[in-house]
């Protein structure tokens, strides 16, 4: 499979733990996007990478979670002091620069108790 | 703030029924406009997408949509749903270069065979 692969693809975990989720973009792909979908709502944008630098994150995105790029490759999603509210499908996106046609992976489920 | 609104949060047809999804944004500037589609335990996967150019466009499985500039609205439409159907849809859109989608709420639709 050549798509956007994310993993895990579920994680429990208890309040105020760290978790890190992995997403591998299509390989060619230069832009790579991070979402936060919550039950009955469409997914809301969290940060986006170009390559290995961080261009863009939004509000929702607090001191807790942090993302990273570093070879322009894979990127790594990490909520620090984890909160019920994290609780979400958190999804990634890859595209080409230039192409607005965003690929995206299954999603790594994440449940906070 | 740039926003998508979605009218309808759940939908129930019967098979061969016709289908219309309502999605209206708020943006004044250019946007490119997008309907994904996610069907149970998948990967959200591009329905159809408005760029430039003539404004109904079709997607894949029979599904078109028509971008209507003074009504700031995109609806999506199917004149004959089959119970393969059955997903949710979300209708979003990219107001800048960045590729970043700003999505709707998302609609379910249910198709009764």
Redesign the interface.
């Known amino acids: 499979d050549t798509?956007?692969s994310q993993d895990p693809r579920h994680k429990i975990t208890k309040r105020g733990q760290n978790v890190t989720f992995r997403c591998d973009p299509i390989s060619e792909h230069n832009?790579l996007?991070w979402?936060r979908q919550t039950l009955?709502?469409?997914?809301?944008?969290l940060t986006?990478f170009q390559n290995e630098a961080q261009?863009?994150k939004s509000r929702l995105l607090s001191d807790r979670f942090s993302a990273e790029r570093p070879k322009g490759s894979f990127s790594t999603l990490e909520i620090q002091r984890t909160e019920q509210g994290d609780s979400a499908m958190y999804?990634c996106?890859s595209?080409l620069?230039g192409?607005?046609?965003?690929f995206?992976?299954?999603?790594t489920r994440l449940t906070v108790v | 703030a740039q926003s998508?609104s979605?009218h309808n949060?759940h939908v129930i047809l019967s098979e061969a029924a016709s289908l219309e999804l309502g999605c209206n944004y708020s943006y004044g500037g250019t946007v490119?406009l997008?309907w994904?589609v996610q069907y149970p335990g998948?990967?959200?996967?591009?329905l159809l997408?408005y760029?430039s150019g003539d404004p109904l466009v079709k997607g894949i499985k029979g599904f078109e949509a028509e971008f209507i500039k003074s009504k700031f609205s995109f609806n999506l439409r199917k004149p004959s749903v089959q119970w393969s159907d059955t997903a949710e849809y979300?209708c979003?859109v990219?107001p800048s270069n960045?590729?970043?989608?700003?999505?709707?709420?998302?609609t379910t639709l249910q198709v009764k065979p």
């Open positions: 798509g956007v832009r996007y979402y009955g709502q469409g997914p809301e944008f986006y261009l863009e999804l996106a595209s620069e192409s607005t046609e965003a995206f992976g299954q999603g | 998508v979605q949060h490119n997008f994904y998948q990967h959200l996967q591009l997408k760029f979300f979003a990219t960045t590729g970043k989608l700003i999505f709707g709420q998302g």
